[in-house]
């Protein structure tokens, strides 16, 4: 497979000028090329191609510069038990390529258990605490990250929507307007169209920087127990709460923990200021609804998830007062 120069160049530094290299499948929505290569001395490896024609996530997020590809430059994180897959990148002026380690092997897989759960867990509030650094233009904007599941599905174009989310998001939204409580709903409905309410009490809370897409599918543990991380394409500066809600939200139902146990474990492994628990808390509720509110909707009709929804939306109600 031929690659531009400056790709050749950039696999050349890791021993990989000869590699063979063949297309991977893989579950994502966001419309970026993977490449997996044959295994060399350094092992296997991971090569991601993304553009703005094909990337959706990359318009709705305004990502101009190739985020991901920059982070795999030039992030360091501090953390032992926390490390980024992506060691390298490179561009030809349209497309961004990303070199990273192959986590496939120790991918999250199926239910968590608890003990399982309570070590990603207390990784994450390590990578928080770490406060990793990246270029500051590159990092996504809060608020995009925040409507990227409303708004934000406009960037979609109907041809590349293969997997219908566009579709489902919208069902899932309609459905979550009868379900949910009514308090609740217009709460929703008022951050949705002005995100800025959302963000002045978001400013209350320390900014640290954040993964942006912790679900189990962008993460692996390996035999040390150490916590690999892929796909930092919406890696954003903002309050822990931001994540902690996207990553209860996003992997419901494969946690063994309650949503309210991996709250207070959280807010434990990181020490959190008694003071701003209540704030902390409404606020993880909130953006978790922000994010994936439409996703628990549609697990109701199944008959999953009526239990945790309720969870959700009462703990997400109490909000209101600090808006």
């Not at 939204?173 to 002045?200: I, K, N, Y």
């Not at 500066?237 to 991996?262: I, Y």
């Not at 628990?277 to 922000?290: E, K, V």
Request: charged share 25%; hydrophobic share 45%.
């Amino acid at each position: 497979m031929r690659f531009p120069e400056s790709v050749a160049v950039m696999l050349s530094r890791h021993g990989l000028g000869g590699v063979g290299w063949r297309p991977l499948s893989h579950n994502g929505f966001s419309g970026a090329r993977l490449l997996g290569s044959g295994v060399s001395a350094g092992g296997s490896w991971v090569l991601k191609r993304t553009c703005w024609e094909d990337d959706w996530i990359m318009r709705a997020t305004a990502d101009v510069h190739g985020r991901e590809a920059a982070f795999a430059r030039s992030m360091l994180i501090r953390s032992d038990r926390v490390r980024s897959a992506a060691v390298d990148s490179a561009g030809d002026g349209r497309h961004f390529y990303t070199l990273m380690h192959d986590i496939s092997g120790h991918l999250v897989q199926g239910r968590v258990d608890r003990a399982s759960t309570e070590s990603i867990v207390s990784a994450m509030a390590e990578l928080h605490a770490d406060r990793f650094s990246a270029p500051e233009h590159h990092w996504c904007r809060l608020d995009d990250r925040l409507l990227l599941l409303t708004s934000g599905t406009s960037a979609l174009p109907v041809e590349h929507d293969v997997r219908g989310l566009t579709r489902e998001v919208a069902a899932g939204w309609e459905l979550f307007d009868r379900r949910a409580p009514r308090h609740v709903r217009s709460l929703l409905h008022a951050v949705r169209d002005d995100v800025g309410l959302l963000l002045t009490s978001l400013d209350k809370l320390p900014t640290t920087s954040l993964h942006g897409d912790l679900k189990l599918d962008n993460m692996g543990v390996d035999r040390t127990g150490v916590l690999w991380l892929i796909d930092w394409a919406l890696a954003v500066r903002g309050p822990a709460c931001v994540e902690l809600g996207w990553f209860m939200a996003a992997n419901a139902g494969r946690l063994a923990l309650h949503p309210q146990q991996v709250v207070d474990l959280y807010a434990d492994v990181a020490a959190m200021e008694v003071g701003l628990r209540d704030l902390h808390d409404a606020m993880t509720a909130l953006c978790g609804l922000l994010l994936r509110g439409w996703r628990m909707a549609l697990d109701t009709e199944t008959g999953t998830g009526a239990d945790a929804f309720g969870w959700w939306c009462e703990l997400a109600g109490q909000a209101e007062q600090f808006l």
